[in-house]
């Protein structure tokens, strides 16, 4: 009988867990849980990692009454390099190796829609430098444009703002860009020059692709634009979080609406946590690793709750913040642990709507693998 772990636990029913009443008539082997683990105020604050990451690894990499390597993959909202360079950044960190099989990032899914403009020009933003033109190329965007490529063309489209010198050096001056029809704004990782960025998305929907002139036909729009973290906030080591891409995206579509002329919107989509198109992605991931290391993940469903006061699924997501992480692995039928490291802050539980309510809460990542392993023993006894 494995050791019961001593964790206080504050189930979806607000109450301590009480295993008794979670116990099902029918009794199977355990199998161990899965793990999706979102990084940001979980396994880091910043470039600082939090003390408990390194003994939930340790579980995860064998120590653990199963006596065997439990699956888990890392989901993030963060980015803004490629995911070869995040995850030898993150293996240094954390001082083992991440495979990049394991590690998804938020604009890792534009992979899936380079088929619709991988000879089209579109507009990528965020991150620095040039460093995301590289990643969207090496993922087949072929012809692709910075707002500091356009403001390097013609200063006078943003004046607010000059190139430094290695800018300058870094981004190509183009001839002209006037003639450039734009079908997509790429919004990769979180911008660094909202009012450039902004500035030239206006421009460039204005002029339904062109930054030549705003368009005479108002009722066009063929232009899409994709955010791929939805984040309004997000932790690191300042003491209150931080606006993320979330904040970005509010401070676009305020400008938008107030200069858009009558002109139709452009198609939005979002990706990232909570969006079901990434959870159904990383699923898709973890269940490789799964095959690999011969656990079979279950899929939870919506009648669970009621009958066992959580998902019956083994797939458990990690976050810090209800608003991404919880929700969306509540879209998922996951359960889902939030830790008290990040984001959520434990005072302003009563006000987390259930559709952001996870299944646990825990004070950090090695207490959540901990509860984890111990719900899903007692699940299947
Ligand atoms: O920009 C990153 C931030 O939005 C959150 O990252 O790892 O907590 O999903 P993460
Ligand atoms: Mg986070």
Known sequence: MPTLINVRLISRNRRIADPVRRCISTSRSPQPPAFVFDID???????????????????????NVFNRKIPYIFLTNGGGVSEETRCTNLSKQLGFNVPINRYIQSHTILKSVVHRFHDKHVLVLGGRGNTLKSVANSYGFRKVYTPLDILAWNHAIYPFYDLTEQEKLTHRTYKDLSKVKFHAILVFHDPRNWGLDIQVMCDILRGNGSLAEPTSDSSANDVEVIFCNPDLLWKNEWEGPRLGQGGFRKAWEGVWSNVKMGQKDPVVTRFGKPTKETYRFAAEILREVGNELDIELRVGSNDDLGKFGRSASNIYMIGDNPESDIAGANLAWWNSILVHTGVYNPRHRSSLPRSKTPTFEAKDVEEAVRLAIHEEIKFAH
């Open 41 to 63: 105020g979980v396994l880091l604050r910043g470039e600082t990692v939090l003390e408990p990451t390194r003994n939930a690894f340790r579980i995860l990499h064998g120590e």
